[in-house]
């Protein structure tokens, strides 16, 4: 009889472990699952951005100085010139998955290596256009960077609303038809939007540094600027910055139908470190003076939280961390 109450009383620490047991097996395959499951990305024989590229920023609406900053220098981070030296992991090194994107469309055709540096700055606080703009008015708002060997940002502020943002969009890129003209021809410019969604769904497109709008409900975690609008807007900005280097005219590199693709960073949707899945980001790094979260190191001691990119090579997402 002492056997089989004893037996009896174990039961339910048993079965309590086994539950355990099967959760975190179900948690590690949902991980691989959200990280192996995408296509393989096909190229599709049109022209990748390259040579040296000037990242110019178009600010519109009020942004402070420190907002601005935090931007520019994550632009500047993508460099890898060796004056720009970041610690690892580095935004320099995140970019260098872009780079084996290069090296696979180069055995197809001669095509150089992309260098990006920030351009010029242009601030429109007069909010010329309004503050209801249409994708007619971000390309017209992006005519004003420069139309050659350039990628003009938008950015729009807070209290911008924009077609369709924070509905279907955080942000988006694109090309159109520039009035510099290159051997007698009309050429195509490549450009970015990317709004702050800080008052109007950082639930949507500021997450991890807000809790999330859909989904699967996690405790958001702390930005590492310090600035939950801005610090989303980096990690919408470096998506897609790198969809545009890989397909800017849309017969680049991307999974899917044309339209309705997805590229480098889209394919990867949600993950910055290993062992994401859906409501979790991943194993992140966190800054030990204020809690923040990141995965790269950026210029003048910046810490930025970056998406995973979708790795031609291993066909699968690649996170730094």
């Known amino acids: 009889m002492a056997s089989f109450f004893a037996s009896n009383a174990a039961l339910p620490k048993l079965f309590l472990a086994l539950c355990l047991l099967h959760m975190a097996s179900a948690t590690r395959r949902l991980a691989e699952l959200v990280q192996d499951q995408s296509p393989p990305m096909k190229y599709h024989n049109g022209p990748l951005l390259s040579g040296k590229i000037s990242v110019n920023l178009i600010w519109y609406g009020r942004f402070k100085p420190s907002q601005r900053t935090i931007v520019s220098d994550f632009v500047t981070s993508i460099s890898s010139h060796p004056s720009l030296a970041q610690a690892p992991p580095s935004v320099s090194q995140w970019w260098k998955t872009v780079d084996k994107y290069y090296h696979l469309s180069s055995s197809k055709r ?140 849309s017969n680049g590199y991307y999974q899917g139908e044309a339209g309705a693709s997805l590229e480098a960073a889209s394919a990867c949707t949600g993950i910055y470190g290993n062992g994401a899945y859906p409501g979790y980001a991943g194993n992140l790094l966190v800054d030990k003076a204020t809690g923040a979260s990141y995965n790269a190191h950026g210029v003048n001691g910046r810490k930025y939280l970056v998406p995973a990119l979708y790795d031609p090579s291993t066909s699968s997402c690649s996170t730094l961390v």
């Open 110 to 249: 001669s095509m150089p290596s992309l260098t990006l540096s920030l351009g010029r700055q242009v601030l429109d606080e007069s909010y010329s256009l309004g503050k209801s703009l249409t994708s007619k008015h971000l390309v017209e708002l992006a005519s004003r960077g420069e139309q050659r060997n350039a990628i003009n940002v938008v950015l729009t502020s807070s209290d911008v609303a924009v077609e369709g943002f924070c509905m279907s969009r955080c942000g988006s890129h694109g090309s159109a038809v520039g009035s510099v003209k290159v051997n007698g021809r009309s050429s195509r410019f490549a450009y970015i939007w990317v709004g702050n969604s800080e008052t109007q769904c950082p639930g949507q497109c500021a997450w991890p540094f807000h809790q999330p709008q859909y989904g699967p409900q996690s405790p958001p975690l702390v930005a590492p600027n310090g600035d939950v609008g801005v610090d989303g807007m980096v990690i919408n900005l470096a998506g897609l910055i790198a969809g545009t280097a890989t397909n800017p005219f």
